[in-house]
């Protein structure tokens, strides 16, 4: 069993039908930890570059819009990072197939996931799908001081005249 760590996106559907506390209270099943956490407005270079496999498909611009809340009242995701013994797997398995109509009923996306009629995958939830994809995924989500561990080899940069928006 190896330690690794993999991306959760509760989706724009998950939030606006407040399923966030059902879906933490199903993935705690996996007895991993929670390693970061924050919400996120899903900006459109946000969403092409997590989605960049995907970018020649013919759906690919519903589901940026999809991912960005778009189709949806809240314009958010709450991203996740959990850590531990065969996080991936344990993960996938509780979330289901990405087709609602295919997973488990007893699945987060067998539960709560639908197909839209214009044929949109509103599954609720988003998980790595391979280490190499929860690395790129994590990078992409999140700033190494956002990661209660150092989950992947960090570096100290120096930059100069960085502006940032801080408390008034």
Not at 123 to 133: F, K
């Amino acid at each position: 069993m190896a330690i690794e760590q993999t991306l959760v996106l509760i989706k724009p559907d998950g939030l606006t039908k407040s399923l966030t506390g059902n879906i933490l209270s199903r993935l705690s099943e996996t007895r991993l930890e929670i390693a970061a956490a924050r919400i996120v407005a899903v900006t459109r270079e946000l969403a092409e570059e997590h989605y960049a496999q995907l970018k020649d498909e013919p759906f690919f611009d519903e589901l940026i819009n999809y991912i960005m809340g778009e189709l949806h009242e809240r314009r958010r995701v709450m991203a996740l990072v959990y850590h531990g013994e065969d996080a991936i797997k344990k993960v996938r398995e509780i979330c289901g197939d990405t087709n609602p109509e295919e997973a488990d009923p007893r699945s987060i996306r067998g539960a709560y996931g639908r197909i839209t009629t214009s044929g949109i995958y509103e599954n609720a939830i988003h998980a790595s799908a391979n280490p190499e994809d929860a690395e790129r995924e994590i990078k992409l989500w999140f700033r190494p001081k956002e990661v209660v561990y150092r989950i992947y080899p960090v570096q100290e940069i120096e930059l100069e005249e960085v502006k940032r928006l801080d408390w008034a």
